[in-house]
């Protein structure tokens, strides 16, 4: 046999040996992703990301806040609103239905500011005129309440001895001060803003009182290692602490206040939302007395929200808060 020459071996192909490389600062995990990706982007034309089912939108502040907070009582008004309508639209209903309400009304709602001299003005008056007697009788109260507050707060002895007083007082009716309060002062404004100061006081000092009482000790210490003189100590250390405490007592004044002047006015008359309703009862005016009513308390709550706000501002960062 002879050998294959070496041109017929030189004329065969040669096939290269594949080369291995290391993989460049990958590691296993990340390598094998890679390899995955590579094969799904080839074998599939639709992309991973395409494949994902979209996300919902997520919903907005305001449309969340109205889901949360302004739809649950909107929802319940209107069905009270429904079910009043449906009880008082027969003939022999004895209370005005809200539709008979706004018809009856409509005049008195579009225009508040109207004034004919006397007590002939309009709701927006006669609100403003009651508010002028709250300011007066509520802001003497504050003033009076806090200080008493403050000084019973601090002496045991002093909560002792008119912490009873306070509690007996204070469960008198409002009614009940007015026939002592025009006796004394011969005038129905001052009676009426007496009898809110006296209404609206002992909530104010009760509650402060306690908050000054409920002052951590160590606050008490941090104040004598400074030197703070009494002046120092009330303003750094005792009103910020007690501020919810007082706060609290606040925001009970201010709708004792209001409900106060309401039943004070029926009495003394002039303008004002109280003699405003007492003047529609003796004329028959039921739809006139419900938008009184109505307006009592919506401006109830908005004094209530202003001195909640207020006290939450103040109170902010405190240990009681």
């Known amino acids: 046999m002879s050998k294959p020459s070496s041109t017929a071996s030189s004329s065969i192909p040669k096939t290269p040996w594949p080369t291995w490389t290391a993989w460049p600062s990958r590691s296993w995990p990340e390598a094998a992703r890679s390899i995955t990706m590579t ?46 309508e449906l009880l008082c639209s027969g003939s022999n209903a004895a209370l005005p239905a809200p539709s008979q309400v706004l018809s009856d009304t409509w005049e008195l709602i579009t225009d508040p500011f109207y ?23 509520y802001s003497l109260a504050v003033l009076v309440g806090v ?30 001060w007015l ?15 007496f009898v809110i100061f006296i209404t609206s006081i002992w909530p104010i000092i009760i509650n402060t009182s306690v908050g000054v009482r409920n002052i951590p000790e ?25 501020a919810p405490y007082i706060f609290s007592g606040l925001r009970i004044g201010v709708g ?7 039943a004070a006015e029926m009495l003394i008359g002039g303008v004002g939302i109280g003699f405003f ?19 009592v308390g919506l401006v109830g709550f908005i004094l209530d929200r202003i001195v909640a706000v207020f006290g939450q501002w103040v109170s902010r960062g405190t240990s009681a808060a």
């Open 179 to 193: 026939p002592i309060s025009l006796a004394g002062f011969q005038d129905s404004s001052p009676s009426a803003i």
């Open 277 to 295: 309703i007492w003047d529609a009862w003796n004329a028959s005016l039921l739809s006139d007395i419900v938008l009184a009513l109505i307006y």
């Open 147 to 176: 200080s008493l507050g403050v000084l019973v707060g601090q002496s045991t002895w002093a909560m002792r001895g008119l912490d009873p007083l306070f509690q007996v007082l204070r469960t008198v009716p409002p009614l009940a």
């Open 39 to 84: 094969t799904q982007s080839t074998s599939s034309p639709t992309p991973a990301l395409a494949r994902r089912a979209p996300r919902p939108a997520p919903l907005g502040p305001v449309l969340r806040y109205g889901l949360n907070h302004l739809a649950p009582p909107l929802v319940i008004l209107a069905g009270l609103l429904l079910l009043w």
């Open 256 to 262: 004792l206040s209001w409900l106060a002047i309401v």
């Open 218 to 242: 160590d606050y008490r210490n941090v104040a004598r290692v400074l030197r703070l003189n009494g002046l120092e100590y009330f303003t750094r250390i005792m009103l910020p602490a007690a």
């Open 115 to 137: 004034n004919n001299g006397g007590n002939d003005v309009g709701m927006a008056w006669q609100i403003l005129a009651s508010l002028e007697r709250v300011a007066y009788g």
